[in-house]
Nanobody
């Protein structure tokens, strides 16, 4: 049974940092490209960062230079280090495998709120 669990969200002031974690079970984690998505109120879910099995990374322009995605295959975990956070980064953050066939189930996400 595939399970994805995100954690690490919270309330942070503008300019602050957070580190999100995503633990995946029930899959051959190391072979998957993994990605972090976010969904802000009233907006569609968007992919903000992804990392391949070979640790190549790609970022949305809105987070480039501020967010860093990484993975630990021994722990079946993918991370998102978020620095210089802005109010517009406020969203629920999810992780998943963008190219998985069949698609993986979505976790519950973790709320990130950037506010003074």
């Amino acid at each position: 049974q595939v399970q994805i669990v995100e954690s690490g969200g919270g309330l942070v002031q503008p300019g602050g940092s957070l580190r999100l974690s995503c633990a995946a079970s029930g899959i051959a984690f190391s072979i998957y490209t993994m990605g972090w998505y976010r969904q802000a109120p009233g907006k569609q879910r968007e992919l903000v960062a992804r990392i391949t099995s070979g640790r190549n990374t790609n970022y949305a322009d809105s987070v480039k230079g501020r967010f860093t995605i990484s993975r630990d295959n021994a722990k079946n975990t993918v991370y998102l280090q978020m620095n210089s956070l802005k109010a517009e980064d406020t969203a629920i953050y999810y992780c998943n495998a963008p190219f998985a066939t069949p698609p993986l189930p979505w976790g519950q996400g973790t709320q990130v709120t950037v506010s003074s």
